[in-house]
C-alpha cells in the first residue's frame, strides 16, 4: 500500500503557480480544495489540474458552508448537493469530500439525511466521503458510531481532531472503541488536536508529543483496517489552517507559526510515519480496489 498525501488550500495565500510548486517539493500529488459552482471558476481548476497532472479531492458543504445556516433543513441540504454532484461531474475529482448535515438534526433525521445523501452519490456515480465534524451531522464520535450501526455502507473522511474538541480529551480510554468506524475511513486529515482546541500551534513541539502520538496511533488503525480490505492506495491530506485554528499574539494577532510550514511538516512527517509503519506491518496477500 503506498501514500498519497494531498495538499490542502485552505488558508493558502499564494497564487496556483507557487502554491503547486510548494506541493510538489513537500512530496504532495494532488489538492484538496472546495468544489467551484461557479462554472468559470471551475473550468479554471480543472485545466490547472490537467496541466499540471494533479489529483484532486473536491470539498463540499451540503450546508452552503462551514456553518450550516440552522434554517435550512435536510430537504435544502439535499438541493444544494445534488447541484454540487452536477459540478464535480465537470471535473472528475477522486472523491468528493462531505461536511454534510447539521449537528442541530435528531439522529433519525440524520440518518434519514445521511442514506439519501449517499444515494444521491452513487445515482450520480460520484464517490463520496462523509467527514467528522464540528457543526455537522458527525459531530461527535458516539453519534457517528450510531449512523454507522445504521447506514454501514457509508465511508468517511476522519479528522478527529473535532472529537477531541467535542470530548474535551484524547480519545484513548479503554472503553473508547472506535473500530466500527476505522473499519469504514477512506481518508484522513492529518491535524493535530489537543484537549481544549483543534489545532495544536505546532505539531513538531515537544509539548504536543502526547497529542502527534495518539493522532498517529489512530491513523495507523486505519491504515491497517485499509490493507486488510486490499487498499493499495492510502491518502491523507494536512490540514491545520487559520481562521480560529491558528493560535495569534495578543493585539499584534501574529499567527504564531507559518501556516504552510506546519502543513509542510506534517506533510513530510507523515511521509517518514507512513514508511516506518509500513516496514513494521505484514501486507494482506489479497488486494482489492478502494474508492
Known amino acids: 500500500m503506498e501514500l498519497k498525501i494531498f495538499r490542502s488550500t485552505w488558508g493558502a495565500t499564494t497564487d496556483m503557480a507557487a502554491c503547486v510548486a510548494q506541493l510538489r517539493e513537500a512530496g504532495c500529488t494532488g489538492l484538496e480544495a472546495r468544489l467551484p459552482l461557479d462554472t468559470s471558476a471551475r473550468r479554471v481548476l480543472r485545466d490547472t489540474l490537467r496541466a499540471e497532472a494533479l489529483d484532486y479531492i473536491a470539498t463540499v458543504f451540503t450546508g452552503a458552508d462551514v456553518i450550516p445556516r440552522q434554517q435550512d433543513g435536510p430537504e435544502v441540504h439535499l438541493q444544494h448537493l445534488a447541484r454540487a454532484f452536477d459540478?464535480?461531474?465537470?471535473?472528475?475529482?477522486?472523491?468528493?469530500?462531505?461536511?454534510?448535515?447539521?449537528?442541530?438534526?435528531?439522529?433519525?433525521?440524520?440518518?434519514?439525511?445521511?442514506?439519501?445523501?449517499?444515494?444521491?452519490?452513487?445515482?450520480?456515480?460520484?464517490?463520496?466521503?462523509?467527514?467528522?465534524?464540528?457543526?455537522?451531522?458527525?459531530?461527535?464520535?458516539?453519534?457517528?458510531?450510531?449512523?454507522?450501526?445504521?447506514?454501514?455502507?457509508?465511508?468517511?473522511?476522519?479528522?478527529?481532531?473535532?472529537?477531541?474538541?467535542?470530548?474535551?480529551?484524547?480519545l484513548d480510554d479503554p472503553l473508547d472503541d472506535f473500530q466500527p468506524f476505522i473499519d469504514r475511513v477512506h481518508h484522513i486529515q492529518a491535524r493535530v488536536a489537543y484537549a481544549q482546541g483543534p489545532q495544536v500551534p505546532d505539531p513538531a513541539a515537544p509539548e504536543y508529543a502526547p497529542e502527534l502520538a495518539f493522532h498517529q496511533r489512530f491513523w495507523e488503525s486505519i491504515w491497517a483496517a485499509q490493507r486488510a480490505q486490499g487498499y493499495t492506495t492510502a491518502t491523507l491530506t494536512p490540514e491545520f489552517g487559520p481562521d480560529g485554528y491558528m493560535h495569534l499574539l495578543p493585539y499584534t494577532r501574529s499567527p504564531v507559526a507559518d501556516l504552510w510550514s506546519v502543513n509542510r511538516w506534517m506533510a513530510l512527517e507523515e511521509r517518514h510515519h507512513f514508511q516506518r509503519w509500513s516496514q513494521t506491518n505484514i501486507s494482506p496477500t489479497h488486494t482489492t480496489a478502494g474508492l
Open 87 to 170: 459540478a464535480a461531474a465537470d471535473i472528475a475529482p477522486r472523491f468528493v469530500n462531505l461536511l454534510a448535515g447539521n449537528d442541530r438534526w435528531p439522529l433519525a433525521a440524520q440518518v434519514d439525511f445521511l442514506g439519501r445523501a449517499q444515494a444521491l452519490a452513487d445515482a450520480a456515480g460520484i464517490a463520496c466521503t462523509f467527514e467528522t465534524h464540528r457543526a455537522s451531522s458527525l459531530y461527535t464520535p458516539w453519534v457517528t458510531l450510531d449512523i454507522v450501526r445504521q447506514l454501514p455502507a457509508l465511508r468517511y473522511t476522519a479528522d478527529i481532531s473535532h472529537w477531541v474538541v467535542v470530548c474535551e480529551r484524547l
